[in-house]
């Protein structure tokens, strides 16, 4: 069983829809907790930050479970602009950035 | 462009080729970090360094593999004997030496081994 564990997708969904993604992780000691996304073909960018208490970025809206050790991401009014692979990565290590990263799950959106 | 650099962006070599990559990271970051990421995956942690030294090693880096960071700037990644399932894309990544502090990929070596 993989560390963190992401639906593959792809969700192909109109512009204008809201959409979930969710991620699980297995390592209970993991100690911060990110979404990244990544174009085709191009290295992962850090989206956003999760927290226990929720937190919002824009459209992008992450929520942390640790006692359920699960992590979303909405999208609200999905653009164009929103196609990418989708990252769920935990980081491991207290002391330094061991980032562990899900396969992503991919998202096309179309008008 | 003061991001990491990665060089070259793509390289296509014989199986049984020897390969380096250089990474070039942000310049005042001491900390840097190689992964690999194959097509469907994403990536995964290969090594660490925190200045010049090696501080862990993924059991993915086989004996095949083997990292430096000489003088605790650029830093490189040999691949010895490649194998066709070496075929990926190599990142690098850095970071100043503060928990939590954010890590900055490089546009990723690709790898293809024919």
């Known amino acids: 069983r993989k560390e963190v564990e992401q639906d593959p997708g792809p969700f192909n969904v109109p512009e204008g829809a809201t959409v979930a993604f969710n991620c699980t992780y297995s390592n209970s000691a993991s100690q911060s907790f990110f979404w990244y996304r990544q174009d085709c073909r191009k290295e992962p960018k850090l989206l956003m930050s999760v927290y226990s208490s929720g937190n919002e970025d824009g459209r992008f809206t992450a929520q942390l479970n640790r006692a359920s050790q699960y992590i979303s991401l909405l999208i609200r009014d999905s653009k164009l602009s929103d196609s990418a692979t989708y990252l769920c990565?935990?980081?491991?290590?207290?002391?330094?950035?061991?980032?562990?990263f899900g396969a992503g799950t991919r998202l096309a959106v179309h008008p | 462009d003061t991001g990491v650099s990665q060089d070259p962006r793509h390289k296509i070599t014989k199986r049984g080729q020897n390969v380096t990559f250089r990474c070039d990271p942000i310049s005042e970051h001491n900390r840097l970090y190689w992964y690999r990421q194959t097509l469907g995956q994403g990536p995964e942690f290969l090594t660490y360094?925190?200045?010049?030294?090696?501080?862990?090693k993924s059991r993915l880096l086989s004996d095949r593999f083997s990292a430096e960071r000489p003088k605790g700037s650029f830093s490189t990644l040999e691949i010895q004997r490649t194998e066709q399932g070496d075929s990926a894309m190599y990142l690098c990544?850095?970071?100043?030496?503060?928990?939590?502090?954010?890590?900055?990929f490089g546009e990723g070596s690709w790898l293809t081994v024919v």
């Open positions: 360094f925190q200045n010049e030294a090696q501080l862990e």
């Open positions: 990544a850095s970071s100043l030496a503060v928990s939590g502090n954010t890590i900055y």
């Open positions: 990565v935990v980081n491991r290590s207290g002391g330094y950035n061991k980032l562990i």
